[in-house]
């Protein structure tokens, strides 16, 4: 396991208890390097939306545990935050919520000579996404071959 991954799981470990008392979901944890910076980012939510003091309650009680563990090598920048409306079907969790909404799907590689769909969720499983498009049509995605999967928005 790389050490990013490490890092990723004992932040995922620590947050869960200190997310869970605030009756909040922890959606992700990431571990990345932007520029000459490393960032730990954890993805909070709950119905309704996450406000600011609620970022900044988690932040805190993760602060001082970080502190107390000092499980991380390098400087690196804590942020605590709603992973926004375009946040990316990540986990079963994603998926599952996400059953019969509309998606947006970018592919690595073109098919059918486009590589942006949109379509309803009907079914997915740990290596395809089902997907109901406008015209009535069922399309079929390797999970692997999907480059980004988020819900669709219209503003």
């Given at each position: 396991?790389?050490?990013?991954?490490?890092?990723?799981?004992?932040?995922?470990?620590?947050?869960?208890?200190?997310?869970a008392s605030h009756g909040f979901e922890l959606v992700d944890v990431e571990y990345v390097k932007e520029g000459s910076n490393w960032y730990l980012r954890a993805y909070i939510d709950k119905e309704g939306g996450i406000t600011v003091d609620d970022c900044e309650a988690v932040s805190r009680a993760f602060s001082d545990k970080l502190d107390e563990e000092d499980f991380i090598e390098e400087a690196y920048i804590m942020e605590v935050s709603s992973p926004g409306l375009g946040r990316p079907l990540k986990k079963e969790k994603d998926y599952a919520r996400s059953m019969g909404k509309e998606l947006e799907i970018r592919t690595y590689r073109a098919i059918q000579k486009e590589k942006e769909f949109y379509g309803v969720l009907k079914a997915y499983d740990d290596n395809s996404v089902t997907i109901s498009r406008e015209d009535g049509t069922e399309m079929v995605f390797q999970k692997a071959d999907i480059a980004l999967i988020r819900l669709a928005f219209d503003f």
């Open positions: 396991m790389s050490k990013k991954e490490v890092y990723e799981q004992k932040a995922e470990s620590i947050l869960l208890p200190i997310v």
